[in-house]
């Protein structure tokens, strides 16, 4: 079954088409990557999904359903440009944030403090956010995209900063999230994760979806350079 479908979208800006009728079917529970160079679209229709902005034609489906305002509710977006309040607490504001996404105070405030202890953060709860290095602001960044269970997680470019360490870590979350049963879209340029974490692909380029399907099969479509070596 599909979670998300998006049918024939089409999003043009002044005189340059950013999306051209793109079709991408997500498939419940699996991490589904949304692949191609910068420029390509990928952006564009991650805003799309999550109703940051509207398509000039086309349909989002949601859980086989249309898409209906509420069902932002059941998003967690992870955006490339990251967006935290540089003068604010960090406990603070993931309690606000938090709050924002329908958690009682309570109840934000005791996942946080469970996410900041599993990823070793808690000393810095009462720091600015400012104070953290660009390591620790992407954590921060990704436990208040997640903090409310969404059933759809979106992530943007989500290793861009971090040191292999931290990214070998987020790898891990990412999957354990898909074990949990989430579904996940993880937007890249970059191909090297790709095989490691995502069941299927769709690769957008000059606004157009190119190639898509399961990552498998998709490999086996393209197999090049086949050699037997008997000994």
């Not at 949304?34 to 000039?56: E, F, V």
């Not at 090297?192 to 399961?214: H, T």
Request: net charge neutral; charged share 25%; with cysteine.
């Amino acid at each position: 079954m599909n979670f998300l479908e998006t049918e024939d979208v089409v999003k043009q800006y002044a005189n340059h088409l950013a999306l051209n009728k793109v079709s991408i079917q997500v498939p419940e529970g699996k991490v589904f990557g949304l692949l191609g160079p910068n420029g390509a679209g990928k952006t564009t229709l991650i805003r799309i999904i999550n109703r940051i902005t509207a398509p000039d034609s086309g349909f989002v489906r949601f859980n086989g359903r249309e898409f209906q305002p509420e069902d932002i509710y059941q998003i967690g977006y992870l955006p490339e440009e990251r967006g935290l309040y540089k003068k604010m607490k960090v406990g603070e504001q993931a309690i606000y944030l938090a709050q924002l996404k329908g958690l009682s105070y309570q109840e934000a405030r005791t996942r946080l403090m469970r996410w900041f202890e599993k990823f070793d953060i808690m000393p810095w709860w009462n720091k600015k956010l400012e104070e953290l290095s660009k390591g620790m602001q992407q954590k921060v960044q990704f436990i208040i995209t997640i903090i409310h269970e969404p059933k759809l997680l979106i992530f943007d470019e989500p290793f861009s900063g971090f040191d292999p360490v931290n990214a070998e870590l987020l790898k891990k979350e990412i999957l354990e999230l898909k074990e949990a049963g989430h579904t996940i879209i993880f937007s890249t340029h970059n191909m090297s994760s790709v095989e490691e974490i995502c069941d299927n692909i769709a690769l957008i380029n000059r606004s157009q979806v190119v190639l898509s399907g399961n990552v498998t099969e998709v490999k086996n479509r393209f197999r090049t350079n086949n050699f037997t070596v008997r000994f």
